[in-house]
């Protein structure tokens, strides 16, 4: 996708490759915290080149549009979860599941854990200067267990009911389960307990309708999913051996971005050099 760099005002502006604020880069054995988000770890399991040259060189990484259809039915999601918090009831989905003893858990913290940009579940990874982040969408609680349980908002749009077999298992679903993985790790980290299921609440599209008329409608699913982190700490591990390196690791050979990449370099320079 094309991503040009703008200014405040939206002004496109020269764009360098990489971005100016030093401190967004991590110095290979620096001693001062250095933070690393969810998303920043699932990019490092896709691909530790674009990882590495994004989080220690520095490379401004293209970015995408917001997903704000999707935002909005998060958000709208969230307004009536929190409706639900405030007076410690069972959300109306809940309650259609047979979910009847789980509400919303309520923490004066809820609204820094669910803010992806600036806070997020905070965690420092063991002797290590890395603070792992990671936003939640939300947190519910078992009122007999009193266990937590990791909600993540999903939208989509597919022909058909979702089965929750085939939604775990397609294999662009992947990211979603590793997400809900890290985000069990960190809230096990900050000593909570965590139910071993979490749910994935997917609002699906009718694309059936027979017409739009200013009204797109939704069916909702909960999909629990059992969670693993067993195998974070190994990739961790390898993550921050990683960061302390000044080698550039091996990219993704299924990266279309830098099979592009690598087509556009040879066709220039080739021009260049005649
Ligand atoms: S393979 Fe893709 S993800 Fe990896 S460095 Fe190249 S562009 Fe980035």
């Given at each position: 996708m094309i991503d040009l760099k703008r200014n405040s005002k939206k002004k496109p502006i020269l764009a360098t490759g990489l971005r100016t604020k030093s401190s967004s880069s991590y110095n290979p054995n620096q001693k001062q915290d250095f933070k690393i988000s969810r998303?920043?770890?699932?990019?490092?399991?896709?691909?530790?080149?674009?990882?590495?040259?994004?989080?220690?060189?520095?490379?401004?990484?293209?970015?995408?549009?917001?997903?704000?259809?999707?935002?909005?039915?998060?958000?709208?999601l969230k307004k009536e979860f929190d409706y639900c918090r405030k007076k410690q009831i069972p959300h109306r989905l809940l309650i259609e599941n047979d979910l009847n003893h789980i509400v919303p858990f309520d923490h004066?913290?809820?609204?820094?854990?669910?803010?992806?940009?600036?806070?997020?579940?905070?965690?420092k990874y063991k002797n290590t200067n890395i603070i792992l982040t990671g936003g939640v969408d939300d947190i519910w609680q078992d009122t007999v267990s009193k266990k937590l349980i990791i909600v993540d908002y999903k939208s989509q749009a597919k022909n058909g009911s979702i089965d929750s077999k085939e939604y775990l298992e397609d294999p662009y679903h992947e990211a979603y389960?590793?997400?809900?993985?890290?985000?069990?790790?960190?809230?096990?980290?900050?000593?909570?307990?965590?139910?071993?299921?979490s749910y994935f609440l997917v609002c699906n599209a009718r694309r059936e309708d027979r017409e739009f008329n200013k009204k797109m409608n939704f069916d909702e699913y909960l999909i629990p999913y059992k969670w693993s982190i067993d195998w974070i700490e190994d990739k961790l591990n390898e993550m921050v051996l990683l960061?302390?390196?000044?080698?550039?690791?091996?990219?993704n050979q299924s990266c279309k971005n830098?099979?592009?990449s690598d087509q556009y370099a040879r066709l220039i320079f080739k021009n260049l050099s005649e």
């Open positions: 998303g920043k770890f699932s990019n490092f399991l896709t691909c530790k080149r674009c990882f590495y040259l994004d989080r220690v060189k520095g490379f401004d990484v293209p970015g995408t549009p917001s997903w704000t259809l999707n935002e909005t039915t998060d958000f709208l004066p913290d809820i609204d820094n854990w669910r803010d992806s940009l600036h806070r997020g579940l905070i965690l389960k590793i997400q809900m993985d890290f985000y069990a790790y960190l809230l096990s980290g900050m000593g909570f307990e965590v139910d071993k299921y960061m302390n390196k000044d080698k550039i690791p091996a990219s830098c099979a592009y």
